[in-house]
Nanobody
């Protein structure tokens, strides 16, 4: 059974850091570009980051550029999102997804996880 399982969310103070993980079960990780996106209550889904299937290319949403870093460890079938200098506006449910194409679209995922909550508050 194919699964993507996110972890690492939690409550953090403004200016703090968190690292999210997305573990893949059941498909060949190296065939897919992997993305993170987020959704806050009452707001639209927002692209956060994407990494290509080879890991050689990355792209980020404007609100997180310079603060977040996406990476992948295909030996562990896991994708990471390192988040630094967190702001209250980063509060959202964070999801990972797998696609056969490398793009920043919020649609067309072959697989998606169920999310992990990140709350930035003092």
């Amino acid at each position: 059974q194919v699964q993507l399982v996110e972890s690492g969310g939690g409550l953090v103070q403004p200016g703090g850091s968190l690292r999210l993980s997305c573990a893949n079960f059941g498909f060949t990780n190296t065939e897919y570009a992997m993305s993170w996106y987020r959704q806050a209550p009452g707001k639209e889904r927002e692209f956060v980051a994407v990494i290509s299937a080879t890991g050689g290319a990355t792209d980020y949403g404007d609100p997180v550029k310079g603060r977040f870093t996406i990476s992948r460890d295909d030996d562990k079938a896991t994708v990471y999102l390192q988040m630094t200098n967190l702001k209250p506006g980063d509060t959202a449910e964070y999801f990972c997804g797998a696609k056969t194409v490398y793009d920043t679209s919020l649609w067309g995922y072959a697989y998606r996880g169920k999310g992990t909550q990140v709350t930035v508050s003092s």
